[in-house]
Nanobody
Framework: QVHLVESGGGLVQAGESLRLSCAASGPTFSSYAMAWFRQAPGKEREFVAS????????YYADSVEGRFTISRDNAKKTVFLQMNSLKPEDTAVYYC???????????????WGQGTQVTVSS
């Protein structure tokens, strides 16, 4: 199993950037696909981005394509989400998740982090 802890959230203005981190514990981090999801107030949790275990493949929601970049450092057991050109509609709690592959993680993640708040003011 893997335990996930997110960090890096905060309050920024529209157009600015943030970098989220998700630190994992456990010996098998490099075998997991990793993903970021987000949940805005009153809305369902939605997929943001995912990365395969070896970082060979990345996938993005249309709403963040070209602005956000997911990456991972398996040696440091950490996954990142670089968020540029932030918009007020990006305001949400962002969650890190681990899964067996980038397809299954969309519906059935194995583990979730506790979330980190991102607020973008206009």
């Amino acid at each position: 199993q893997v335990h996930l802890v997110e960090s890096g959230g905060g309050l920024v203005q529209a157009g600015e950037s943030l970098r989220l981190s998700c630190a994992a514990s456990g010996p098998t981090f490099s075998s997991y696909a990793m993903a970021w999801f987000r949940q805005a107030p009153g809305k369902e949790r939605e997929f943001v981005a995912s990365v395969s275990p070896t970082a060979g493949n990345t996938y993005y929601a249309d709403s963040v394509e070209g602005r956000f970049t997911i990456s991972r450092d398996n040696a440091k057991k950490t996954v990142f989400l670089q968020m540029n050109s932030l918009k007020p509609e990006d305001t949400a709690v962002y969650y890190c998740a681990a899964g067996i592959n980038t397809r299954v993680i969309l519906t059935t993640p194995l583990e979730w982090g506790q979330g980190t708040q991102v607020t973008v003011s206009s």
